[in-house]
């Protein structure tokens, strides 16, 4: 004789700065844990929404984080499972109240993920995410730099904190989709840079890097030029310059993700002596239209 189980009913509700300490736990000793590959925290984002918990008789279950940053795109931030809890019944129940909230905002939001693990894959592709592209991931290993390509009025120098209202603007301008920065994420980035450049051309700033240390070099978190100005080697002349940077740190490797289908940026960076490592991760996206 078949036995059905019946599914507790779990109760869900928004993080509050109180579940800290609990929340730290479930990431640490949860069996299924998906973490964004984020410049902030997953704490970090409680308080914004939505970011809710799945509770069973007062105990968390499950934990979902996909704030909207900028306006109209969220990545998954977390989703984790504790111990004692099934992922699809914790799925399912965090994902419908997160999709309603994301549905009342004003506008369109892209929902995004990059599920790195088979079990959230899984999940993601049973709620309808599409699967849009791919990311990979390319190295550069000490090869030689070749030389800096003359552009008359063309300047390298250091990023500034008050240089990020503009490099915004660039950097919304350079990228599209999914892959849009907010003004605080290019904040916390530049922060925690190891290496951060504009290029100003005739005293006007038209594109920047920010690359990150790594235990063995250094990794290109973001490299755009804006639009009016792509094609005149100030990409090249940003990249050149980031690499002699982490050469003369001693770096033996220094890492960039960028997508499959990046032409551009995958023919700039074999021109600048980096190859492909073979590593990749897809990403889902799930797309959210409000016409109110
Ligand atoms: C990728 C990006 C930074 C390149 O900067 P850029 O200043 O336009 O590039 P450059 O003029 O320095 O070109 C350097 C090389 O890139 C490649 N490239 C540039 N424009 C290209 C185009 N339209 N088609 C194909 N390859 C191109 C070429 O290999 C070129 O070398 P070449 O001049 O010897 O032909 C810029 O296009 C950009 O901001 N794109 C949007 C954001 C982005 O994709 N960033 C990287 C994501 S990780």
Request: aromatic share 10%; hydrophobic share 40%; glycine share 6%.
């Amino acid at each position: 004789m078949m036995m059905l189980l019946k599914q507790k009913q779990l109760v869900i509700r928004e993080a509050t700065q109180e579940d800290q300490r609990r929340l730290a736990n479930l990431i640490h000793f949860g069996s299924y844990v998906h973490r964004h590959l984020d410049w902030r925290q997953p704490l970090d984002w409680i308080g914004y929404q939505p970011f809710e918990l799945a509770e069973l008789n007062g105990e968390i279950q499950g934990a979902l984080a996909c704030p909207p940053d900028p306006p109209n795109v969220a990545w998954i931030r977390l989703f984790a499972v504790s111990q004692s809890a099934t992922t699809e019944q914790v799925w399912d129940s965090l994902w419908t109240v997160a999709h309603d909230k994301l549905r009342a905002l004003n506008g369109t939001v892209s929902v995004a993920v990059i599920p790195l693990q088979s079990w959230f894959r899984r999940l993601v592709e049973l709620s309808d995410f599409v699967h849009s592209h791919q990311v990979i991931v390319l190295s550069w290993k000490r090869k030689p730099i070749p030389m800096g390509r003359e552009r008359p009025g063309l300047v390298l120098r250091p990023m500034l904190f008050d240089d990020l209202p503009t490099v915004e603007m660039v950097d919304a301008a350079a990228f599209g989709g999914v892959w849009q920065n907010s003004r605080s994420c290019l904040e916390v980035a530049f922060r925690q840079s190891a290496s951060a450049t504009v290029a100003e051309l005739h005293g006007q700033i038209v594109g920047y890097q920010i690359s990150t240390a790594t235990p063995v070099g250094g990794h290109l978190a973001r490299l755009a030029v804006h639009p009016g100005f792509q094609g005149q080697s100030i990409g090249y002349n940003l990249l050149r310059d980031m690499l002699s940077q982490f050469e003369r740190r001693g770096a033996t490797q220094v890492t960039v993700n960028t997508q499959q289908n990046n032409v551009v940026s995958l023919s700039l960076y074999t021109k600048l002596g980096f190859e492909r490592t073979g590593e990749e991760y897809p990403v889902y996206q799930w797309n959210i239209g409000n016409t109110a």
